[in-house]
């Protein structure tokens, strides 16, 4: 059912919400409220989706943004924080922050609750971003409201600021592209447009106590995945090996120069970690159709609009 049951999207202004939430409006689904602190992001969300209620606030702390859930039907839990070098910044906004939000959604009965987790649970990786991840999930489960749990492995697409998006964009702006050791570590990019397509059937038809590992289908080694996006956007940037102990140090005295940096030496670590996810059948699950990647590659960066539309860190 589409229409009249009012959704609310944390996390809204970030690379899944501002996909998701053109995608639901297109399929007729709404009202919509998204939330999410940050000041530039939100502007732009209202800009691109007038009809969507844009509400600017930190989760972290109780307020007005809790006025957003009365009436809502069903909860989009997409908020994370995805890079910092600090463990406090992953605790506030996947912890803290998750724990006020599914508060104020059992205080206002929300009977749909879809939780984008991600493949990291089951990662090997030991980080920031893993470890609180996992418990972010783990609240939702627990919650005893009714949750899909939804665990997507690295995405790309419009508004992609931390991952393929900002590596496309660094690849515009310098002759030699830096690759890390030999490159030929395995990985499964998903398209962001069928993620929050699978979004949507679960908001569709409710999934509640089922948990889903929604991979890209297409396993690529990392270094031909940068030569897929050096075609994709158009560059003509060099592609260059070096050391991955070198690649680190850079990395590391970047670090002191830029406070917030969009990849850091613990990132570098997970990227190098040779493993791949479980593939199951999604497109079929939930009727959708799985976007080849190349196909993908070429509606991220030369969409006419969308491309060129970039998010602030």
């Known amino acids: 059912m589409t229409g009249n049951r009012k959704i609310v999207v944390t996390g809204?202004?970030?690379?899944?919400?501002?996909?998701?939430?053109?995608?639901l409006i297109e399929r007729g689904h709404g009202p919509i409220v998204a939330i999410?602190?940050?000041p530039t992001n939100t502007t732009t969300l209202a800009k691109l989706n007038p009809s969507v209620e844009?509400?600017?606030?930190d989760l972290v702390e109780r307020g007005a943004w809790e006025a957003a859930f009365v009436?809502?039907?069903t909860l989009v839990l997409g908020h994370a924080q995805i890079g910092s070098p600090e463990e406090k910044r992953?605790?506030?906004?996947?912890?803290?922050?998750t724990e006020k939000v599914i508060a104020a959604a059992r205080a206002n009965g929300i009977e749909s609750v879809v939780h984008i987790s991600s493949s990291v649970v089951n990662s090997q990786a030991r980080d920031f971003y893993t470890e609180t991840k996992k418990a972010q999930e783990k609240l939702a489960v627990e919650s005893g409201l009714p949750a899909s749990i939804l665990r997507p492995t690295l995405m790309?697409?419009?508004?992609?600021?931390?991952?393929?998006?900002w590596l496309a964009r660094f690849m515009q702006r310098t002759?030699?592209?830096?690759?890390?050791?030999?490159?030929n570590y395995l990985r499964q990019p998903l398209y962001v447009g069928d993620f929050c397509n699978v979004i949507a059937s679960c908001i569709e038809t409710p999934r509640p106590g089922e948990a889903f590992n929604i991979s890209g289908r297409e396993t690529i080694p990392y270094i031909d995945l940068i030569r897929a996006v050096r075609a994709a956007s158009k560059s003509s940037t060099r592609i260059v090996q070096i050391p991955y102990r070198l690649f680190w140090i850079l990395l590391r005295t970047y670090a002191f120069v830029d406070k917030d940096p969009p990849f850091t030496t613990r990132q570098l670590e997970a990227l190098v970690i040779p493993e791949t996810f479980e593939v199951i059948d999604w497109p079929a699950i939930f009727n959708i159709r799985a976007t080849p990647l190349a196909e993908a590659l070429r509606e991220t960066f030369q969409h006419p609009v969308y491309s060129r539309v970039v998010l602030d860190f």
């Open 12 to 23: 809204g202004a970030g690379l899944v919400g501002q996909n998701l939430i053109p995608r």
């Open 175 to 183: 002759p030699v592209f830096p690759v890390p050791g030999n490159g």
């Open 156 to 165: 790309f697409g419009w508004f992609d600021r931390k991952h393929l998006g």
């Open 71 to 73: 009436g809502a039907h």
């Open 54 to 57: 844009v509400v600017k606030a």
């Open 36 to 38: 999410d602190k940050h």
């Open 90 to 97: 992953f605790l506030d906004n996947n912890v803290v922050a």
